[in-house]
């Protein structure tokens, strides 16, 4: 569900963001999710089961921006062994980076398990969080195209970070960590990918994920 429908995610974000952080950031406790035996099973088979096969993973913060929520991404390179992982983190916190900006955004690529270790501790983006990603859910895909992912990436990259009045068009929009992370992921041509509304809620699209498994992620 979205709170309130569409429109009350989109208050409630910007409400959000006034009074924290805006849409992706910092945080002041850490939450945990539990995983049930289903998930992890299904997590552990993404490593090697069906190489030719796509896949697709976001990483949570929980308790980011005010819990309100903070999500990464990470996809397949089917055939290789190899995951295509990042984030936008937005360290400074403000409402809008115009393009070109510092907004925290990186990517990195390495092995599934690579993936996970360096998730779990914000390897690639150090000292500008005070935890790192705990939780993830990850799901297979029988359809992808990495190349058009990678082309998003570079994309979502460069175009600065916003949830509000964007000063160019007047209207009410988001260009934020939930953004960048759909953006990447539906570029990838993921199945069963949930819409993600600009303005929505990183913690409510998560938990609308369905079918998607689940599971914390803990230092490793």
């Avoid at 903070?70 to 916190?93: D, I, L, M």
Wanted: net charge positive; hydrophobic share 35%.
């Amino acid at each position: 569900m979205h709170i309130g429908g569409r429109r009350g995610a989109a208050v409630a974000a910007v409400i959000g963001a006034i009074i924290g952080v805006a849409g992706c950031g910092h945080s002041a406790t850490r939450a945990t999710a539990a995983a049930t035996p289903s998930s992890s099973q299904a997590i552990s088979g993404m490593a090697g089961a069906a190489p030719s096969r796509g896949a697709a993973c976001v990483f949570v913060k929980p308790d980011g921006a005010q819990r309100f929520g903070h999500v990464g991404w990470g996809f397949k390179v089917p055939g290789t062994g190899r995951w295509v992982y990042g984030a936008v983190e937005n360290p400074s916190g403000k409402l809008y980076t115009p393009p070109g900006g510092d907004i925290g955004a990186w990517h990195a690529e390495g092995s599934y398990d690579r993936m996970l270790s360096e998730m779990s501790t914000d390897a690639n983006y150090p000292g500008t969080s005070e935890h790192p990603y705990s939780r993830y859910r990850c799901t297979k895909s029988s359809t992808y195209d990495v190349s058009n992912a990678r082309a998003m990436i570079r994309t979502v990259e460069a175009r600065g970070f916003l949830v509000g009045v964007d000063p160019r068009t007047g209207k009410l929009t988001s260009r934020d960590c939930l953004d960048a992370t759909y953006d990447v992921l539906k570029a990838y041509r993921t199945r069963h990918l949930t819409p993600a509304p600009k303005l929505s809620i990183p913690n409510v699209w998560v938990e609308e994920l369905w079918g998607w498994s689940d599971s914390t992620l803990t230092p490793r």
